[in-house]
């Protein structure tokens, strides 16, 4: 659906579209505009729409109020609060309602349920009022620039259902935000002006009123009117207003600062001002005037910042070096303010930095911003700016300060990260210098994804000179949305019902009748009804029989549930037979165990380990079960056993587990978001697995009724698999007591082994390494005592070769490589002509031990040598000094010929030598 066609289908017909009782009653007038042809309304007449109008406000305000970015929330919630709006709290910036967003990117998404492929919205109070946080990563490289762009605002949406009690439609939305700016900020009607636009989204699609003062846009008021395109649209059965504005701009506006990072942080970066030595108020005046020009002028330069800069600075009779010299420190105090807010509310939220999904783009801001530190010689911790902004925000978010230490936490281990690869990235960024190759921006990508390289610490070295416009938004563009998940479909199955879940409605039932709706290419049956569990959130099917025919697999597809049947029969199966089934209870009950010890898991590594643990992935089977978390590092043993011991508590309490099915917002509400531990529910209503005062999630799966019934659960091994997850692999129930059963009769067998019990068996086993140790020590002085005289006998063996040196060669598979080393060592000493070869049989490999006496180095290197029959026994060289050197091998049939051939060999080496001198 085009934008264009759909505005000239809303802007054709203003009146019935776009004005409002407001315009008439203040005597707004359509005007359109010169420039570019946009159709806006205002009391005033103007030759053009206000996108092209300098930021007037700058330093002379047109409210009657100043307010800071937290006093501007309470004025405006109270005006709202006062007509009947409910103020409802922000939901996280992590979006874990929506599998097709990482992050909350605009207040409505709060509403948004997406249920087959369509979006459904769900106003949980009507009319509302909400600040929600957003983070949007596709301007990165313009915050601190524009004075304007964030990685994170605040959206105040002022949302309702039109259509249902309390709502209210355009003309009342409209008057409400006017009465905002004109009663409350003291903001004159002249001043505003309404932009007409259009906005749509996954089906539906609305027009929009945008409202600006002097230049800037404060709010959109959208009117979600229709579902369809626009040839064929319908009127939705429940319009939606949803108006958002920007917080950060209605306090700019009141306060008229250079720019709307110092009204939004206001606090912050003057105390981080204070700490690093910069003053801010010399500098006002400059500032304003700058900013005020460049918003100007940004529209037409958005590609060539550093054009706009050197043409800005000819308009303020400066050179361009001494305005960047200016500028530039103030720029970057709102790119850490804002990279930090970012990452404090993203963290507490609990998403993780990583170099997968949605921590991608933290990690790129929380690394930018320590580069940038570093590059200023700033020396401030991340850590006390977060501090700063939960003091600033404390009245209107106070779950920040909750989160403070696990925050704390990431950001220091992330911190560290990031300085121990700086000494690997120091050396790449100096042999780049010396190659002086000017990477390109997919260059610069590459080195970020592989070895964490910012462009910002490339430029503090001074590989590049500036950071590519662009570099931000092409990687975060490819870490913005999730891949869609594919679902295997055996055939699509139309005209049945959706089949009735017998394991539903009663957990225990393990046979029953049913009716045989369609048997497809007779290998998936379909009945009307079963008890046949289907795979599905990570739980293994059920198998069992139907009619005496094994079932191998039972799958879902949409409301259909298949079983696939062993034997492809024909006969005993036709349409609209009543057959009888049974379901393995085995393995039933052994996958039920371990689903229920997988959530009591999960909650029990978040509270050993912090907030920022939550499911990745799940996959529960007979014999065997796993829980991938969302952890920054390997776990230690005593993270693993701490884990395991408040598991296996919460088994003994034997707490009840209460299945209840709640509507989705209604869950929501009592349970808050952790419910989606396995990912958003498409479905209006939710199934909600209640472990009491222990665990809550959406769960469709099956689960035992107390938690005393799992006996046992017991971890076997974890591993970090990626960056940011940790894996568990556990079993319950009497996989477990099998497991603790063979671990134990394995370490019986080693006990027996030793001649022990199992009792004393670690005793034993030090004592065994203890003489084992001793033995090989006495092995060795004795082999000192004895190679004197074996040093004599090697020299006597030894053959005297064409260039003068006496050659010795030898193999053996029996005494292994300490013995010919100390032998080695003392044969040169004994006659410095010798040349010492002994090839040694270690296990599968032949190890090449080489000595070369003092007179014969003056000719031949031991090190050659040894990686000169390396590679002749099939290896790939060895390493040494010109005295002794080692190497290694497989052919054994080459040792032979090694052996007797030694002394061509020395004649190959030596002339390759010659050669190369
Ligand atoms: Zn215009
Ligand atoms: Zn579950």
Redesign the pocket.
């Given at each position: 659906m085009e934008k264009q066609s759909l505005l000239s289908l809303f802007t054709s017909n203003p009146d019935k579209y776009y004005k409002v009782s407001l315009f008439d009653e203040k005597g707004f007038k359509r005007q359109n505009?010169k420039?570019?042809?946009?159709f806006f309304w205002s009391i005033n007449d103007k030759d053009?729409?206000p996108?092209?109008e300098n930021y007037s406000f700058i330093g002379d305000p047109p409210t009657t109020k100043r307010l800071d970015f937290v006093d501007t929330w309470k004025e405006l919630s109270s005006f709202f609060r006062k007509n009947h709006h409910e103020l409802i709290q922000r939901y996280p910036v992590v979006c874990r309602w929506r599998e097709d967003l990482y992050f909350t990117i605009a207040s409505i998404v709060d509403f948004q349920r997406v249920m087959n492929g369509k979006i459904v919205f769900e106003i949980p109070k009507n009319p509302l009022v909400v600040p929600q946080m957003c983070l949007r990563f596709n301007d990165i490289e313009n915050v601190g620039l524009t004075g304007r762009h964030y990685t994170s605002f605040c959206m105040i949406g002022q949302t309702c259902n039109a259509d249902a009690p309390g709502g209210y439609w355009k003309d009342r939305c409209i008057e409400l935000d006017h009465a905002f700016l004109k009663d409350v900020l003291g903001i004159q009607s002249e001043e505003i002006t309404f932009v007409e636009d259009v906005w749509m989204g996954a089906g539906a699609f609305g027009y929009s009123l945008e409202y600006y003062v002097r230049g800037l846009e404060l709010g959109n008021a959208v009117f979600t009117e229709f579902e369809g395109d626009e040839h064929n649209y319908r009127t939705l059965d429940n319009k939606i207003i949803d108006m958002g504005a920007g917080l950060e701009r209605l306090s700019w506006i009141t306060l008229g600062t250079p720019t709307s990072y110092d009204a939004t942080f206001g606090p912050v970066i003057r105390k981080l001002a204070d700490i690093i030595g910069i003053d801010i108020d010399s500098k006002s005046e400059f500032l304003s005037q700058y900013f005020r020009i460049f918003s100007e002028k940004y529209s037409n330069y958005q590609n060539d910042v550093r054009l706009l800069k050197t043409n800005i600075a000819k308009e303020l009779g400066i050179s361009y070096k001494v305005l960047e010299k200016t500028i530039l420190p103030f720029e970057t105090l709102s790119v850490i303010a804002d990279h930090t807010r970012t990452l404090l509310f993203a963290i507490s939220d609990g998403s993780l930095p990583s170099n997968v999904g949605g921590g991608y783009n933290l990690r790129i801001i929380l690394r930018r911003t320590l580069a940038l530190l570093a590059r200023f010689g700033w020396r401030v911790n991340l850590e006390d700016i977060m501090d700063l902004h939960i003091e600033q925000l404390k009245s209107m978010y106070p779950e920040l300060k909750e989160h403070r230490n696990d925050v704390r936490t990431i950001i220091q281990i992330e911190s560290g990260r990031y300085s121990s690869s700086k000494e690997r990235m120091y050396s790449l960024a100096k042999s780049m210098l010396t190659t002086k190759k000017i990477p390109s921006v997919n260059d610069l990508i590459r080195m970020y994804e592989s070895d964490g390289i910012t462009p910002d610490f490339l430029l503090e070295t001074g590989v590049i000179e500036k950071i590519p416009p662009d570099f931000y938004l092409k990687l975060a563009e490819l870490h913005t949305t999730h891949e869609s998940k594919q679902v295997p479909v055996v055939e699509t199955v139309t005209g049945l019902k959706p089949t009735r879940l017998l394991f539903y409605e009663d957990g225990s039932i393990r046979e029953f009748d049913a009716r045989i709706l369609r048997i497809l290419g007779g290998k998936y049956m379909i009945l009307d009804q079963t008890a046949f569990y289907p795979r599905g959130g990570g739980q293994e099917p059920d198998f069992g029989y139907i009619e005496g025919i094994k079932i191998t697999d039972v799958i879902k597809q949409n409301d259909i549930v298949l079983h696939k049947i062993d034997v492809p029969s024909k006969d005993s199966f036709s349409e609209d037979k009543i057959v009888h089934g049974i379901v393995d209870n085995k393995r039933r009950v052994a996958i039920t165990k371990n689903h229920s010890a997988t959530h009591i898991l999960n909650s029990a590594a978040r509270n050993s380990l912090g907030s920022w643990v939550w499911q990745n992935s799940a996959f529960k089977e007979e014999h065997y079960a796993r829980l991938d978390i969302t952890h920054h590092s390997a776990l230690t043993r005593e993270e693993i056993s701490k884990i395991e011991r408040t598991a296996n508590e919460v088994v003994q309490k034997n707490l009840p587990i209460i299945i209840k099915v709640f509507e989705r917002s209604d869950a929501e509400e009592r349970y808050t978001f952790r419910i989606y531990q396995g990912g958003a529910v498409p479905s209006n209503n939710v199934r909600i697995v209640n472990i009491e005062e222990w665990d809550v999630e959406a769960c469709g799966g099956t689960h035992v009724n107390k938690t005393g019934e799992l006996g046992l659960i017991k971890i076997l091994r974890t591993e970090r698999i990626q960056d940011g997850v940790v894996r568990l692999e556990f079993v319950a129930g009497n996989n477990a007591l099998q497991y603790v059963q063979s671990q134990d009769s394995r370490l019986l067998h080693i006990a027996q082994s030793l001649g022990s019990s199992k009792e004393k068996v670690v005793e034993s086993f030090d004592k065994i390494t203890a003489d084992n140790e001793l033995i090989k020590r006495k092995f060795r002085i004795l082999v000192n005592k004895f190679s004197d005289n074996m040093a004599e006998s090697v020299s006597q063996k030894a053959t005297k070769s064409r260039s003068g040196l006496k050659i010795y060669g030898t193999y053996d598979d029996e005494i292994g490589d300490d013995y010919y080393i100390a032998l080695g060592e003392k044969s040169i000493d004994n006659n410095p002509f010798l040349v010492y070869v002994a090839l040694v049989q270690d296990q599968e490999r032949i190890k090449v031990i080489v000595f070369v006496g003092d007179e014969a180095r003056k000719i031949v290197k031991a090190s050659t040598i040894a990686k000169e029959i390396s590679l002749k026994l099939g290896g790939t060289g060895g390493g040494g000094t010109e005295k002794f050197a080692q190497g290694g091998g497989k052919d054994k049939s080459k040792v032979q010929g090694c052996l007797i051939n030694l002394e061509n060999l020395l004649t190959g080496v030596l002339d390759s030598s010659e050669k190369n001198d």
């Amino acid at each position: 659906m085009e934008k264009q066609s759909l505005l000239s289908l809303f802007t054709s017909n203003p009146d019935k579209y776009y004005k409002v009782s407001l315009f008439d009653e203040k005597g707004f007038k359509r005007q359109n505009c010169k420039l570019c042809g946009n159709f806006f309304w205002s009391i005033n007449d103007k030759d053009s729409c206000p996108e092209h109008e300098n930021y007037s406000f700058i330093g002379d305000p047109p409210t009657t109020k100043r307010l800071d970015f937290v006093d501007t929330w309470k004025e405006l919630s109270s005006f709202f609060r006062k007509n009947h709006h409910e103020l409802i709290q922000r939901y996280p910036v992590v979006c874990r309602w929506r599998e097709d967003l990482y992050f909350t990117i605009a207040s409505i998404v709060d509403f948004q349920r997406v249920m087959n492929g369509k979006i459904v919205f769900e106003i949980p109070k009507n009319p509302l009022v909400v600040p929600q946080m957003c983070l949007r990563f596709n301007d990165i490289e313009n915050v601190g620039l524009t004075g304007r762009h964030y990685t994170s605002f605040c959206m105040i949406g002022q949302t309702c259902n039109a259509d249902a009690p309390g709502g209210y439609w355009k003309d009342r939305c409209i008057e409400l935000d006017h009465a905002f700016l004109k009663d409350v900020l003291g903001i004159q009607s002249e001043e505003i002006t309404f932009v007409e636009d259009v906005w749509m989204g996954a089906g539906a699609f609305g027009y929009s009123l945008e409202y600006y003062v002097r230049g800037l846009e404060l709010g959109n008021a959208v009117f979600t009117e229709f579902e369809g395109d626009e040839h064929n649209y319908r009127t939705l059965d429940n319009k939606i207003i949803d108006m958002g504005a920007g917080l950060e701009r209605l306090s700019w506006i009141t306060l008229g600062t250079p720019t709307s990072y110092d009204a939004t942080f206001g606090p912050v970066i003057r105390k981080l001002a204070d700490i690093i030595g910069i003053d801010i108020d010399s500098k006002s005046e400059f500032l304003s005037q700058y900013f005020r020009i460049f918003s100007e002028k940004y529209s037409n330069y958005q590609n060539d910042v550093r054009l706009l800069k050197t043409n800005i600075a000819k308009e303020l009779g400066i050179s361009y070096k001494v305005l960047e010299k200016t500028i530039l420190p103030f720029e970057t105090l709102s790119v850490i303010a804002d990279h930090t807010r970012t990452l404090l509310f993203a963290i507490s939220d609990g998403s993780l930095p990583s170099n997968v999904g949605g921590g991608y783009n933290l990690r790129i801001i929380l690394r930018r911003t320590l580069a940038l530190l570093a590059r200023f010689g700033w020396r401030v911790n991340l850590e006390d700016i977060m501090d700063l902004h939960i003091e600033q925000l404390k009245s209107m978010y106070p779950e920040l300060k909750e989160h403070r230490n696990d925050v704390r936490t990431i950001i220091q281990i992330e911190s560290g990260r990031y300085s121990s690869s700086k000494e690997r990235m120091y050396s790449l960024a100096k042999s780049m210098l010396t190659t002086k190759k000017i990477p390109s921006v997919n260059d610069l990508i590459r080195m970020y994804e592989s070895d964490g390289i910012t462009p910002d610490f490339l430029l503090e070295t001074g590989v590049i000179e500036k950071i590519p416009p662009d570099f931000y938004l092409k990687l975060a563009e490819l870490h913005t949305t999730h891949e869609s998940k594919q679902v295997p479909v055996v055939e699509t199955v139309t005209g049945l019902k959706p089949t009735r879940l017998l394991f539903y409605e009663d957990g225990s039932i393990r046979e029953f009748d049913a009716r045989i709706l369609r048997i497809l290419g007779g290998k998936y049956m379909i009945l009307d009804q079963t008890a046949f569990y289907p795979r599905g959130g990570g739980q293994e099917p059920d198998f069992g029989y139907i009619e005496g025919i094994k079932i191998t697999d039972v799958i879902k597809q949409n409301d259909i549930v298949l079983h696939k049947i062993d034997v492809p029969s024909k006969d005993s199966f036709s349409e609209d037979k009543i057959v009888h089934g049974i379901v393995d209870n085995k393995r039933r009950v052994a996958i039920t165990k371990n689903h229920s010890a997988t959530h009591i898991l999960n909650s029990a590594a978040r509270n050993s380990l912090g907030s920022w643990v939550w499911q990745n992935s799940a996959f529960k089977e007979e014999h065997y079960a796993r829980l991938d978390i969302t952890h920054h590092s390997a776990l230690t043993r005593e993270e693993i056993s701490k884990i395991e011991r408040t598991a296996n508590e919460v088994v003994q309490k034997n707490l009840p587990i209460i299945i209840k099915v709640f509507e989705r917002s209604d869950a929501e509400e009592r349970y808050t978001f952790r419910i989606y531990q396995g990912g958003a529910v498409p479905s209006n209503n939710v199934r909600i697995v209640n472990i009491e005062e222990w665990d809550v999630e959406a769960c469709g799966g099956t689960h035992v009724n107390k938690t005393g019934e799992l006996g046992l659960i017991k971890i076997l091994r974890t591993e970090r698999i990626q960056d940011g997850v940790v894996r568990l692999e556990f079993v319950a129930g009497n996989n477990a007591l099998q497991y603790v059963q063979s671990q134990d009769s394995r370490l019986l067998h080693i006990a027996q082994s030793l001649g022990s019990s199992k009792e004393k068996v670690v005793e034993s086993f030090d004592k065994i390494t203890a003489d084992n140790e001793l033995i090989k020590r006495k092995f060795r002085i004795l082999v000192n005592k004895f190679s004197d005289n074996m040093a004599e006998s090697v020299s006597q063996k030894a053959t005297k070769s064409r260039s003068g040196l006496k050659i010795y060669g030898t193999y053996d598979d029996e005494i292994g490589d300490d013995y010919y080393i100390a032998l080695g060592e003392k044969s040169i000493d004994n006659n410095p002509f010798l040349v010492y070869v002994a090839l040694v049989q270690d296990q599968e490999r032949i190890k090449v031990i080489v000595f070369v006496g003092d007179e014969a180095r003056k000719i031949v290197k031991a090190s050659t040598i040894a990686k000169e029959i390396s590679l002749k026994l099939g290896g790939t060289g060895g390493g040494g000094t010109e005295k002794f050197a080692q190497g290694g091998g497989k052919d054994k049939s080459k040792v032979q010929g090694c052996l007797i051939n030694l002394e061509n060999l020395l004649t190959g080496v030596l002339d390759s030598s010659e050669k190369n001198d």
